[in-house]
């Protein structure tokens, strides 16, 4: 039997589309701010979020505010997923070392691990309050050293979302704003009179968010293409149907264009999925979001065999792929193509989203082919240095050298080299 696709969601040429209007609005917004700065701003976050407050920065008083208002507990559940992320990037962090070694007598080669200056972190808040955005964004760069982190966030319910505001003062933001959308990317990329430019941008948003990002990226730089969330389990009959949707419908009420797809062997786990997804939905109070996306974007993979499971799996490349087989390792030892794994059923997205301490910013969009998620080491550029420290040394190098430059017909490249052969060749 071959694989079989029993739901499928929007044609390829129908998401092309949508991407390519997202493409254009983004364009003309950024062309605005740069060309009249926090005036289009403001113009910007009328128009989308009803937000133009005398002040996008919060003041100090503001963020304690924020923070005073949450209650005991929340505030400890915050330390303590904080504390899980940092714990697990700082040991991240010791992956990377500063190397030097002296490849030849004379011959000092290394590379030096330096932070990005600084940093813009985007939380997403406009439709729900996601503070754990501020943990893998704010702290992780403040782990890797970054000297200034400004965090942004849209307005929730009309003003500044308490929890995230604290989760971004309580991670170690400098500078904190309540704006959204494309105008809160433009300005930490672009700057304004109020908002000094940064180098980096990061952090999870919808399609709008994620296209400003790719076009400003060679600007500034940014961590990944972050854009809507996308999840795949992969299962068998170790588990049943219930399970499945509560796993795919946990990110599909992200939004309703977060694509949720379900490769599995067990017949009786895609010929029950359809109704436990219903079941499930009636439960969830963000239903219509969640049910919307499961319509246009839930997909059902019938296959024979684990290879079959697996070159789906490598094919779609998900941001998020959980693992429920009886063999979760089977897939770990050959999986490639993903943003993060989720291995057995004792685990799910959700913990690694929220509080487990790694990072949920991942790639979408199947850029898991060729970059990993947000960790510490994408705030750290590492820069490589040389030192020669003989005449004996420089003149060995340079005789290479100019041969090599010869081959090429580079002759400045040439008298770089020939001139220390030179001066520093010993004569008897």
Known sequence: MAIQYLKQGKPVQEKLDIDTKVRSIVEAILTDIESQGEVAVREYSQK????????????????????????PQAVADITFAQTQIR?????QMLSMRDVEVETLPGVILGHK??????????????KYPLLASAH?????????????VIACAPPYEGKPAAAIVAAMAMAGADEIYVIGGVQAIAMMALGTENCEAVDMLVGPGNAYVAEAKRQLFGRVGIDLLAGPT???????????????AVDLLGQAEHGPNSPTVCVTRSKKIAAELPAAIEAVLERLDTRD????????YGEIILCDTQEEMLAESERICSEHVQVMTEDPEWFFEKMTNYGALFLGHRTNVS??????????????????RFTGGLWVGKFIKTHSYQRVLTD????????????????????????????RVRRFRKTS
């Not at 989308?48 to 209650?71: G, H, Y």
């Not at 979001?289 to 246009?296: E, L, N, V, Y």
């Open 87 to 91: 714990r697990f990037a700082q040991i």
């Open 48 to 71: 989308f979020d009803s937000w133009n407050p005398a002040k996008f920065r919060l003041s100090d008083v503001e963020i304690q505010a924020c923070i005073d208002s949450l209650s």
């Open 351 to 368: 913990y690694g989203d929220k509080v487990i301490g790694t990072n949920h910013t991942l790639p979408t969009k199947k850029s898991g």
């Open 289 to 296: 979001i969640a049910r919307h996306a499961w319509q246009d």
């Open 136 to 148: 893998m964004g704010v702290l992780t760069a403040k782990v890797a050293g970054v000297k200034r």
């Open 113 to 126: 691990n330096i932070p990005v200056n600084s940093v813009g972190c985007y939380v997403p808040g406009g």
């Open 392 to 419: 004996e040394a420089s003149v060995l190098i340079g005789e290479y050298c100019s041969r090599l430059c010869a081959l090429e017909h580079f002759s400045g490249h040439k008298e770089q080299a020939d001139i």
């Open 230 to 244: 996308e999840t795949m389990v992969l299962c068998d009959d170790t588990v049943d149907a219930e399970l499945v």
